[in-house]
Structure formats: structure tokens, C-alpha cells
């Protein structure tokens, strides 16, 4: 079965520190891969993806990702954090062979504290 | 503004009723899709269109029908809604395989 692992329920990390939110998956192919957050009572927002090319990905808002095949991870990164960023991260992957059809993780809630 | 948009915010129904969501998309994309995200935020994919055509139909009791009108609009429609059925559903499209955008979601409420 086509999945996606967010190993951890919840990040906590202090403002203006480096933060990451894991996130693996077990997909066949080539998957594209892509992060999105939500805000409270939000839809979710694009952060970035990964089709193909260079491993390290930028996005929305200073975030970064970074693919690694051999790990079939693909973890969001941001060099220092803010307090804004506090939300619900959730990794995705499209299987190629399903077509357009979007895997979750079950979502990571990140808190920043100042 | 360019987005995806979905009416109503907010719907609270009686079990056994009816009722229906709508969505729309101006980004002129051609794939639209349906999302259940339950109470403890966990998403699943429930249905997608690509130019009015059905091509993602998942494991989803037949109460639950879309509709494409035309490859702008997706709505869901619910019949004999259940309490299970209490849930945020948010609309989406995209591009192909490209990033999906989503709509503010619809918190269904059954009582």
C-alpha cells in the first residue's frame, strides 16, 4: 500500500532556531512530493514539492525540503523558526501510477515558542 | 481573486437529511477533487474529476455523489447523512499532477 510517515505528532521548537518535520514515505515510482500547511480553521496551503532535479527544494515563507532516495525521506527544514509558523505541516506524495491521487501523512503540528 | 471557494462555511443538518456542497475554482485548472478530514485532521482523498470526468472514486458509501457540471465546479451531494458523516470537506484542484490548491473547507455537522 502506497504510504506516507510522519513519525512525530508534534515539533516543539524556540524562535530563531533551526526546525525540522520529518516525513518518509513508501511509494512506487517516482513519486512527486509535496509539503502543505494549515493554519486554524484554514484550507491547506502549498509549501513547496519535489518532481525531479536538485534534492533541495525552496518554498513559501523561507522553508526548505530536502529529498533523499535512498532514505525515501523528504524532510521540511527552515534555518531559524518564528512563532508564525506555528501549524499543522502535512507531507504528501503522488504515486505516478495512481495518477493524480494525493497520499497524506497524518500531520505534524509544529509550535514555536518566543 | 484567483481561488477555489466553497459554499457553505459552515452546515449543520438533522441525520437522514440531504444536503450538498459546492465548489468552484477560477485557477482554470483542469483536475478537481474531494477531501474528508475527520476529527483528528487525518485527510482522505473521496473523489476526483479531470475535465468532467471521474477518475478517483474511492471507498466511499453511494450516499455520497459528485457532480461536474463543467470542469470549474465539483459539488458533492449527501444523502441520509449519519453522524459519521461529521467532518471538514475541503474541495481542491490542480493542474495534472501539479500542486493542488484547496478551498477554506465546510464543516459538516450532523446531529
Known amino acids: 500500500a502506497q504510504s506516507v510517515a510522519q513519525p512525530e505528532d508534534q515539533v516543539n521548537v524556540a524562535e530563531g532556531n533551526p526546525l525540522t518535520v520529518k516525513c518518509t514515505y513508501s511509494v512506487s515510482g517516482n513519486p512527486y512530493l509535496f509539503w502543505y500547511v494549515q493554519y486554524p480553521n484554514r484550507g491547506l496551503q502549498f509549501l513547496l514539492k519535489?518532481?525531479?532535479?536538485?534534492?533541495l527544494v525552496k518554498g513559501s515563507y523561507g522553508f526548505e525540503a530536502e529529498f533523499n532516495k535512498s532514505q525515501t525521506s523528504f524532510h521540511l527544514k527552515k534555518p531559524s523558526a518564528l512563532v508564525s509558523d506555528s501549524a499543522l505541516y502535512f507531507c504528501?506524495?503522488?504515486?505516478?501510477?495512481?495518477?493524480?491521487?494525493?497520499?497524506f501523512g497524518a500531520g505534524t503540528i509544529l509550535r514555536v515558542k518566543s | 481573486d484567483t481561488a477555489v471557494s466553497q459554499t457553505p462555511k459552515y452546515l449543520v443538518t438533522q441525520m437522514g437529511n440531504d444536503k450538498s456542497i459546492k465548489c468552484e475554482q477560477n485557477l482554470g485548472h483542469d483536475t478537481m477533487y474531494w477531501y474528508k478530514q475527520d476529527s483528528k485532521k487525518f485527510l482522505k482523498i473521496m473523489f476526483s474529476?479531470?475535465?468532467?470526468?471521474?477518475?478517483i472514486n474511492e471507498t466511499v458509501p453511494n450516499r455520497f455523489s459528485p457532480k461536474s457540471p463543467d470542469k470549474a465546479h465539483l459539488n458533492l451531494h449527501i444523502n441520509s447523512l449519519e453522524l459519521g458523516d461529521s467532518a471538514v470537506y475541503f474541495c481542491?484542484?490542480?493542474?495534472?499532477?501539479?500542486?493542488?490548491?484547496f478551498g477554506p473547507g465546510t464543516r459538516l455537522t450532523v446531529l
Open positions: 504528501a506524495a503522488v504515486p505516478m501510477e495512481y495518477g493524480n491521487k494525493l497520499v
Open positions: 474529476y479531470n475535465n468532467k470526468e471521474l477518475i
Open positions: 519535489y518532481i525531479t532535479g536538485d534534492n
Open positions: 481542491a484542484s490542480s493542474q495534472g499532477a501539479r500542486e493542488q490548491f
